[in-house]
């Protein structure tokens, strides 16, 4: 069969239509699948802490919680070790034994509304007030556990401090065995 030239310019056009209607049937494309959304970092168990605190570039991992009521103030400390809780009666108790033991640690000082009103960092048996350095986050009830987190604010940054923390805190009980 010869196709005339003056039909030449019409014959592409025409393959298409003849030979589109023969032609297997498109798959409809789809959009690819969402990526899932990050998961919710789980909440560290009651007792426990996770993140660093690092100061002047030397890092220590804060792996501990704990909080104790003497009264008027409560004390919430994120430490790098146990603290037995006999060693947590009293102000003076605490501060001996961390002491003795070299313990590293955040110490938030709370009112009994649970506003903080003190900050600190041991680091090398010293204690380091820093007001403004953390942001906290925090919540739990009368009687605990304390939960949420502790950040670095830029006059932290500014101080060679890093905070990166998640805990929850228990309020913690002496024993009543005499020593």
């Given at each position: 069969?010869?196709?005339?030239?003056?039909?030449?310019?019409?014959?592409?056009?025409?393959?298409?239509?003849?030979?589109?209607?023969a032609?297997?049937?498109?798959?409809?494309q789809?959009?690819?699948?969402?990526?899932?959304?990050?998961?919710?970092?789980?909440?560290?168990?009651?007792?426990?802490?996770?993140?660093?605190?690092t100061?002047?570039?030397?890092?220590?991992?804060?792996?501990?919680?704990?909080?104790?009521?003497?009264?008027?103030?409560?004390?919430?400390?994120?430490?790098?070790?146990?603290?037995?809780?006999?060693?947590?009666?009293?102000?003076?108790?605490?501060?001996?034994?961390?002491?003795?033991?070299?313990?590293?640690?955040?110490?938030?000082?709370?009112?009994?509304?649970?506003?903080?009103?003190?900050?600190?960092?041991?680091?090398?048996?010293?204690?380091?007030?820093?007001?403004?350095?953390?942001?906290?986050?925090?919540?739990?009830?009368?009687?605990?556990?304390?939960?949420?987190?502790?950040?670095?604010?830029a006059?932290?940054?500014a101080?060679?401090?890093?905070?990166?923390?998640?805990?929850?805190?228990?309020?913690?009980?002496?024993?009543?065995?005499?020593?």
């Amino acid at each position: 069969m010869r196709i005339p030239p003056m039909l030449w310019p019409a014959f592409p056009g025409f393959l298409a239509v003849a030979f589109g209607a023969a032609s297997p049937p498109l798959v409809a494309q789809t959009a690819p699948p969402k990526a899932a959304a990050p998961a919710k970092a789980a909440a560290p168990a009651i007792g426990t802490a996770t993140g660093s605190l690092t100061v002047a570039g030397k890092s220590v991992s804060l792996t501990h919680a704990v909080a104790f009521n003497a009264g008027a103030r409560i004390y919430l400390l994120l430490t790098d070790q146990v603290l037995p809780p006999d060693e947590a009666k009293s102000e003076f108790e605490l501060a001996r034994y961390q002491f003795l033991h070299k313990v590293v640690s955040l110490e938030l000082t709370l009112d009994p509304a649970h506003k903080v009103t003190e900050m600190a960092y041991r680091w090398e048996l010293a204690t380091t007030p820093c007001p403004g350095c953390f942001d906290v986050s925090l919540s739990g009830g009368p009687d605990g556990p304390l939960a949420g987190t502790v950040k670095t604010t830029a006059k932290g940054e500014a101080e060679k401090l890093k905070v990166d923390v998640a805990f929850s805190a228990p309020f913690v009980r002496p024993s009543s065995a005499k020593k």
